[in-house]
């Protein structure tokens, strides 16, 4: 009996000694039960949560700008263009660059709607029901140099313009005068699109454009019957397309020296008067398509730096074997490399080969077959 005892004393002891040598209690983290609850798939899914803030809110301290509710704010680029907005929003953060508003239902510009937003480069309000603009709207706006109002109902040109701005589109309004000095301190002003608005000649008052270093100028699909008056000088492209123009007389072009590019398309010109391209020296490109001459504009041999020509959709019969080319060698620094006559009623087998010898290439050519 007593050897069966002290057998199970010593079993015991051996038990107890197993116990002692466990590893002392540890407290655990919250990550380590998290780990026991939870599969890997489940464990990836909440630190996903964690970091995109869908588990824990995160709060934004104050010194960090809003971004107006519905718009979308990145790298200093605030969109709300689609929204439906009737107003300007507010709380636009004051270091914008850009203020995307285009295609909504906004009517009106109030007095403090770009309010501290001194930082903006450009602003597009494009495809609203804009009528109504209040004179200090676009004071707060210092370093703004492009603005796109174009789609809109405005019947005037907006009032102090912003001294930064190089470019604006005001097309397809409803203008129908250009009050003088409605673009002044506007100096650095180099783009104006302003086509698309029922104005007439007479619509541009005498000083309109005084003041303005404009390189490009678009007033196409307006309701002009001949070249405005008085346009700056500077320019370099001039677009007066769609319109109604009747005749370009000796004097139009007089002023636009420095005009690379000219565009005359879709009017009624029936003649150009003798020595009228005569004041365009430095001459590119000249777009005279789908109006009413019947012959080769008289003085282009003498335009050494043409080099485009369209006259396609006139009614032109007959083509000069010097309507094009000078007569003397080297007389003309850059050869065409374009030159259309499709849509005419003359026949192309009638004109002489020699006509088109400052050319670069025959492809250059244009002719195709006319229609009735």
Same mark, same amino acid.
């Given at each position: 009996?007593?050897?069966?005892?002290?057998?199970?004393?010593?079993?015991?002891?051996?038990?107890?000694?197993?116990?002692?040598?466990?590893?002392?209690?540890?407290?655990?983290?919250?990550?380590?039960?998290?780990?026991?609850?939870?599969?890997?798939?489940?464990?990836?899914?909440?630190?996903?949560?964690?970091?995109?803030?869908?588990?824990?809110?995160?709060?934004?301290?104050?010194?960090?700008?809003?971004?107006?509710?519905?718009?979308?704010?990145?790298?200093?680029?605030?969109?709300?263009?689609?929204?439906?907005?009737?107003?300007?929003?507010?709380?636009?953060?004051?270091?914008?660059?850009?203020?995307?508003?285009?295609?909504?239902?906004?009517?009106?510009?109030?007095?403090?709607?770009?309010?501290?937003?001194?930082?903006?480069?450009?602003?597009?309000?494009?495809?609203?029901?804009?009528?109504?603009?209040?004179?200090?709207?676009?004071?707060?706006?210092?370093?703004?140099?492009? %603005?796109?109002? @174009?789609?809109?109902? #405005? *019947?005037?040109? $907006? =009032?102090? /313009? !912003?001294? &930064? +701005?190089?470019?604006?589109?005001?097309?397809?309004?409803?203008?129908?005068?250009?009050?003088?000095?409605?673009?002044?301190?506007?100096?650095?002003?180099?783009?104006?699109?302003?086509?698309?608005?029922?104005?007439?000649?007479?619509?541009?008052?005498?000083?309109?454009?005084?003041?303005?270093?404009?390189?490009? %100028?678009?007033? @196409?699909?307006?309701? #002009? *019957?001949?070249? $405005? =008056?008085? /346009? !700056?000088? &500077? +320019?370099?492209?001039?677009?007066?397309?769609?319109?109604?123009?009747?005749?370009?007389?000796?004097?139009?072009?007089?002023?636009?020296?420095?005009?690379?590019?000219?565009?005359?398309?879709?009017?009624?010109?029936?003649?150009?008067?003798?020595?009228?391209?005569?004041?365009?020296?430095?001459?590119?490109?000249?777009?005279?398509?789908?109006?009413?001459?019947?012959?080769?504009?008289?003085?282009?041999?003498?335009?050494?730096?043409?080099?485009?020509?369209?006259?396609?959709?006139?009614?032109?019969?007959?083509?000069?074997?010097?309507?094009?080319?000078?007569?003397?060698?080297?007389?003309?620094?850059?050869?065409?490399?374009?030159?259309?006559?499709?849509?005419?009623?003359?026949?192309?087998?009638?004109?002489?080969?020699?006509?088109?010898?400052?050319?670069?290439?025959?492809?250059?050519?244009?002719?195709?077959?006319?229609?009735?």
């Amino acid at each position: 009996m007593l050897p069966h005892c002290s057998f199970l004393m010593l079993l015991c002891v051996a038990r107890l000694l197993s116990t002692s040598s466990a590893l002392p209690f540890e407290q655990r983290g919250f990550w380590d039960f998290a780990m026991d609850s939870m599969d890997s798939g489940g464990m990836m899914t909440m630190m996903r949560d964690e970091e995109e803030g869908s588990a824990v809110e995160e709060i934004l301290p104050p010194d960090i700008p809003m971004c107006p509710f519905g718009c979308h704010c990145q790298l200093r680029v605030v969109q709300c263009s689609d929204l439906g907005l009737t107003e300007v929003p507010k709380n636009i953060p004051s270091d914008t660059k850009f203020l995307d508003l285009q295609n909504n239902r906004i009517t009106e510009l109030k007095e403090n709607d770009f309010k501290g937003l001194t930082n903006l480069y450009g602003l597009s309000l494009r495809n609203n029901h804009i009528s109504k603009v209040h004179p200090r709207t676009f004071v707060p706006l210092k370093n703004m140099q492009k %603005l796109y109002f @174009s789609k809109n109902l #405005l *019947t005037t040109v $907006p =009032k102090n /313009l !912003p001294a &930064s +701005l190089v470019e604006m589109r005001i097309h397809e309004n409803r203008i129908k005068k250009v009050a003088a000095g409605a673009f002044a301190g506007l100096g650095n002003m180099n783009c104006i699109e302003m086509g698309a608005n029922p104005i007439h000649n007479s619509g541009f008052e005498p000083g309109a454009f005084k003041g303005l270093k404009l390189n490009y %100028l678009r007033i @196409s699909d307006s309701k #002009l *019957t001949g070249v $405005p =008056k008085d /346009l !700056p000088d &500077s +320019l370099h492209e001039l677009h007066l397309d769609h319109n109604q123009i009747q005749a370009v007389e000796l004097e139009d072009l007089s002023r636009y020296k420095n005009l690379y590019r000219l565009g005359l398309g879709f009017n009624h010109i029936r003649n150009i008067e003798n020595g009228s391209l005569s004041f365009l020296p430095r001459l590119r490109e000249l777009h005279l398509d789908n109006n009413r001459l019947t012959r080769v504009p008289k003085g282009l041999p003498d335009m050494k730096y043409l080099q485009v020509v369209y006259l396609h959709s006139n009614n032109i019969d007959q083509v000069g074997v010097d309507d094009f080319c000078p007569r003397g060698f080297g007389m003309k620094r850059t050869f065409y490399n374009g030159i259309s006559l499709f849509g005419n009623p003359v026949n192309y087998w009638e004109v002489q080969p020699a006509t088109f010898r400052c050319v670069s290439d025959r492809l250059a050519i244009q002719f195709g077959n006319y229609k009735k």
